[in-house]
């Protein structure tokens, strides 16, 4: 909605400097700023991650992940990113945590945590994962290669 307003506002304003001089828009000495991502960012703020894994043998380790642009220490950066931009929806948590009531099959998937912080879409990350039950290796799964797929 908010986009939709700024958009609109732009585009009149336009169309009047426009029909009122033909070169006033390419005469405008300030450059206008960047519109508002719907999350509050802008499109020059990166999405930033830091994935912490613990108890997963060879991959334990503390990795970096930027986005838009690409970059960090994250073993597998596009493949990360892409998963995550795919699973992005608007007013959605994508990191939201297994419901409390969910009912999950008692299988362990194994000891493996990983925390993940920072800041992804414009919002704050925080959370955990584990292997604990089905639904908690569902949940990791669906963030491979963010988190590293099983051993």
Not at 17 to 39: E, I
Not at 106 to 134: E, H, K, L
């Amino acid at each position: 909605m908010l986009r939709r307003l700024v958009v609109t506002a732009l585009a009149t304003t336009a169309t009047a400097a426009l029909a009122a001089s033909p070169t006033a828009l390419a005469a405008s000495p300030l450059p206008l700023p960047p519109l508002p991502l719907l999350d509050g960012g802008t499109s020059s703020s990166p999405d930033h991650l830091t994935v912490t894994v613990t108890h997963n043998a060879e991959t334990d380790g503390t990795y970096e992940l930027e986005c838009h642009p690409a970059g960090g220490n994250h073993p597998q950066i596009l493949q990360a990113c892409d998963r995550l931009d795919r699973l992005t929806t608007r007013r959605a948590d994508l990191f939201a945590p297994v419901p409390p009531d969910a009912r999950c099959t008692m299988i362990y998937g194994g000891g493996a945590t990983a925390r993940v912080t920072g800041t992804w879409a414009g919002r704050p990350v925080d959370t955990t994962f584990s292997r604990r039950n089905g639904c908690e290796m569902a949940r990791w799964d669906t963030f491979v290669p963010l988190l590293p797929g099983a051993r």
